[in-house]
């Protein structure tokens, strides 16, 4: 059995100063209407209180060398200022009918259980604070829980089945925060609050969630519920004010949201969607209006989300990769690299007055409902496209150059070998051939049509089709020009022209002879001419006059090609 310290325990109040404890105590069952101080006292062994009944209970500059122990008690208000903590602090199963403060203490361990009517941590230096099942009552008024100024905590733990108080995070610097069970209430981080890493994890959030000022290096929403409205503004809407807000790096993984999520800041580096429901809407605005130099926002998309995104005038590197469902708007957007990859888009992704772009690549992915609207693509400097599906893509302007591979690390390399470069491309523009005349796009459509020959061509060996293939893009352009038609078939009957006269044993001269051409070419289909009948004879100008007929027909055939090149299909 530890000593007794209350010797009378009829006294109305019980103050202790300037005392030394060296023995282990332990008091139970102590009440007192009056109120209960302990003053610069030192506590040099485990100090127990338990069912202790009082006015008020504080204690003032008081040092504890080992553990101390606040149980099952019941007071008004109560506290610790100025104290040292040694060993562990405990304070389970209590209860404070008004205010119990914690105001510059120093301690490593503290353990915090029980209904405070306001708790509050005060210009504090604790190594770790758990808050474990606090709270957990309706009182006679609505609870608070805050964190105010000037506290330096390494790590809170905020766990409970259920808490029924008001959090609020006034100033201080925490290394570590996490909240885990059930919120009743609303949560609000306002003014210089620096935390390096906060955790809103396995969870249900029922009112408000606010982040008003403060400096956070990561924020992970994870596998939670939230209820009501998230809220995270470096702006005061009502009274349109700048509030110091500083993010760098923002993550939501695993969570449904039954209302809106609105995150309205510029000083933010990245922001990470997987795995959610938005069951209305998620809005993310970065203010790039504002030439802030330093606004470039990393967005990774990922995962399988649900729901309707909203990402508007934000400078970004915009990543999107897994399963969407739901609908996803960029709007107003000026973006550095735009990479869709492994991506698979059962809902719609529309991206909407793009104002600059340098990178971009779809590569390994199933587009669906994917629209570029209000924008021309061929904004972006570099366009890769790799071993995708384009059925369901819309663009306002189609892409006029694109690549299999980008040589920029950062975008991925794509297909660099040849072949398959060339049989990807050949690929992609036949899906954009056929999106194209979908859309009643013709002269797009054939223009597609034409780079896919061309790409068709590269693919293969030196052969036969080669040959063909080679030809159709020499005689009209894979059917998209008359004039290169008109100028093949002149060009093939002035070749033939030559042979004709090698072989008849004429030196051709341009002057002399300029008209004689003009005559063989007119002559078509007998390509030869009058005035050589004997030498027309020979068999070997038969054989040129024979071949010359089928490369002059097919370059005729080729320009009325082109010519009906809107009427085809």
């Known amino acids: 059995m530890g000593d007794s310290i209350f010797l009378n325990k009829n006294d109305f109040d019980k103050k202790f100063e300037n005392i030394i404890f060296p023995n282990f105590i332990l008091e139970k069952n102590i009440s007192t209407e009056g109120d209960i101080l302990f003053n610069n006292c030192t506590f040099k062994s485990t100090f127990i209180l338990e069912n202790l009944k009082a006015r008020e209970l504080f204690f003032f500059k008081c040092n504890f060398e080992e553990k101390f122990i606040l149980s099952s008690s019941f007071f008004n208000i109560g506290g610790f200022t100025d104290c040292i903590f040694s060993g562990e602090i405990n304070l389970t199963s209590n209860k404070c009918t008004s205010n119990f403060v914690l105001r510059n203490v120093r301690g490593k361990e503290f353990e915090i259980n029980g209904e405070y009517q306001t708790l509050q941590i005060v210009s504090s230096k604790i190594g770790n604070l758990i808050l474990k099942d606090i709270n957990t009552e309706r009182l006679y008024r609505e609870s608070k829980i805050e964190f105010l100024v000037e506290n330096e905590i390494n790590k809170i733990q905020i766990k409970s089945y259920i808490t029924l108080s008001n959090i609020v995070f006034v100033g201080g610097d925490y290394k570590s925060v996490f909240f885990e069970g059930v919120f009743e209430e609303s949560i609000n981080f306002k003014k210089k609050v620096k935390i390096e890493n906060l955790y809103l994890e396995s969870s249900t959030f029922k009112k408000r969630i606010d982040f008003e000022e403060g400096e956070y290096e990561y924020i992970s929403f994870y596998r939670s519920i939230f209820q009501s409205l998230v809220l995270i503004s470096d702006n005061n809407l009502t009274e349109d004010i700048p509030r110091d807000l500083k993010i760098k790096e923002l993550t939501f993984h695993s969570c449904v949201f039954d209302m809106n999520v609105s995150v309205g800041m510029e000083d933010i580096q990245f922001l990470n969607l997987s795995n959610n429901n938005f069951k209305q809407i998620f809005n993310f605005n970065n203010n790039a209006d504002n030439n802030n130099e330093n606004s470039e926002v990393t967005i990774r998309i990922n995962g399988t989300n649900q729901g309707n995104i909203i990402i508007e005038r934000v400078d970004a590197d915009v990543n999107l990769s897994d399963i969407n469902y739901g609908n996803i708007l960029f709007k107003d957007l000026n973006i550095s690299t735009l990479n869709i990859c492994e991506f698979q888009n059962v809902g719609n992704v529309t991206f909407s007055n793009i104002k600059s772009g340098y990178y971009f690549t779809i590569q390994d992915s199933i587009t669906g409902n994917l629209n570029f609207i209000n924008f021309d693509i061929n904004i972006f400097k570099e366009i890769v496209i790799a071993q995708s599906s384009l059925n369901g893509i819309i663009f306002n302007k189609y892409p006029n150059k694109i690549l299999s591979y980008s040589k920029n690390s950062i975008v991925g390399y794509g297909i660099k070998e040849k072949s398959k470069s060339s049989?990807?491309?050949?690929?992609?523009?036949?899906?954009?051939?056929?999106?194209?005349?979908?859309?009643?796009?013709?002269?797009?459509?054939?223009?597609?049509?034409?780079?896919?020959?061309?790409?068709?061509?590269?693919?293969?060996?030196?052969?036969?089709?080669?040959?063909?293939?080679?030809?159709?893009?020499?005689?009209?352009?894979?059917?998209?020009?008359?004039?290169?038609?008109?100028?093949?078939t002149l060009s093939i009957a002035f070749l033939f022209f030559l042979l004709y006269f090698h072989f008849i044993g004429i030196v051709f001269c341009f002057e002399d002879h300029f008209k004689d051409y003009i005559i063989f070419i007119t002559s078509f289909p007998k390509l030869e001419l009058e005035t050589y009948s004997c030498e027309n004879n020979y068999w070997e100008v038969k054989l040129i006059i024979f071949v010359a007929r089928i490369f002059v027909s097919y370059g005729i055939y080729q320009t009325i090609t082109a010519f009906r090149k809107y009427a085809k299909g």
């Open 423 to 488: 049989s990807n491309l050949k690929n992609i523009y036949n899906q954009l051939k056929h999106i194209a005349r979908g859309k009643g796009d013709i002269d797009v459509s054939n223009k597609y049509q034409s780079l896919e020959y061309k790409q068709l061509l590269l693919s293969k060996e030196f052969g036969f089709d080669t040959f063909i293939l080679l030809l159709n893009w020499l005689s009209n352009d894979n059917g998209r020009s008359w004039f290169r038609g008109v100028i093949f």
